[in-house]
């Protein structure tokens, strides 16, 4: 996805219709829908994996991401301020906090 490979799309659905029921399959798939311009089909494969993790701050600030680029900022704000109270570390922390102080 990072390299612009057409194939992501087709590996990542590939490999979510093997594992449906993967939170990681599905955020990867889900977030290579939004970033392909397939935001309804990636905004609820993204509201899947955070129902299968709930506890991923991760694919839930991927989730956050993907309503702040619809234009949903109240449903992302929601997200990004529950996921960056405390100190919790997680990968997308720094950029959730950018994205918070930017709305």
């Given at each position: 996805?990072?390299?612009?490979?057409?194939?992501?799309?087709?590996?990542?659905?590939?490999?979510?219709?093997?594992?449906?029921?993967?939170?990681?399959?599905?955020?990867?798939?889900?977030?290579?829908?939004?970033?392909?311009?397939?935001?309804?089909?990636?905004?609820q494969?993204?509201?899947?994996?955070?129902?299968?993790?709930?506890?991923?701050?991760?694919?839930?600030?991927?989730?956050?991401?993907?309503?702040?680029?619809?234009?949903?900022?109240?449903?992302?704000?929601?997200?990004?301020?529950?996921?960056?109270?405390?100190?919790?570390?997680?990968?997308?922390?720094?950029?959730?906090?950018?994205?918070?102080?930017?709305l």
């Amino acid at each position: 996805m990072k390299l612009n490979d057409p194939q992501a799309i087709k590996i990542a659905k590939i490999a979510y219709k093997k594992q449906p029921d993967s939170a990681n399959i599905a955020d990867t798939y889900g977030t290579i829908l939004v970033w392909n311009n397939q935001m309804d089909k990636g905004l609820q494969l993204l509201k899947q994996s955070v129902k299968l993790d709930p506890n991923n701050k991760n694919t839930q600030f991927h989730l956050a991401k993907a309503y702040y680029l619809q234009g949903s900022i109240d449903e992302s704000l929601v997200i990004l301020k529950k996921i960056t109270q405390g100190k919790d570390s997680f990968v997308e922390r720094t950029a959730a906090v950018k994205l918070v102080q930017q709305l």
